[in-house]
């Protein structure tokens, strides 16, 4: 299974950006499929998470109502539209995916992991 991410930038405060996310070697219905962000010298974050077939969500508090994660199955492709962005949203995201239970929030529960994407907020 690979994930290859795509849509990163540089933006200002206040920008767009979406993310996406798209998977080879295995559908992506397999899996639960999660955002993570890793900004320097601090650990890796959850952000938002979506799952099959019941396309349920969860988010970070600080992704709510700023975030969303969807995807699309005839792509095996998973986006995270984000907007009003802050400088303190600044990091590499990644995609991962996996089968975590109850562990959604934690990386360490995830099998396959992204190359990440850089998001620049500037103020």
């Known amino acids: 299974v690979q994930l290859v991410e795509s849509g990163g930038g540089s933006v200002q405060a206040g920008g767009s950006l979406r993310l996406s996310c798209t998977v080879s070697?295995?559908?992506?219905?397999?899996?639960?499929m999660s955002w993570f962000r890793q900004a320097p010298g601090k650990e890796r974050q959850f952000v938002a998470a979506?799952?099959?077939?019941?396309?349920?969500?969860k988010y970070a508090d600080s992704a709510k109502g700023r975030f969303t994660v969807s995807r699309d199955d005839t792509r095996d492709t998973v986006y995270l539209q984000m907007n009003r962005l802050l400088p303190e949203d600044t990091a590499v995201y990644f995609c991962?995916?996996?089968?975590?239970?109850?562990?959604?929030?934690?990386?360490?529960?995830?099998?396959?992991w992204g190359q990440g994407t850089q998001v620049t907020v500037s103020s």
């Open positions: 991962a995916a996996g089968a975590p239970g109850q562990r959604i929030t934690y990386g360490s529960a995830y099998n396959y």
């Open positions: 070697g295995r559908g992506c219905d397999s899996y639960i």
């Open positions: 979506i799952r099959w077939p019941v396309d349920s969500t």
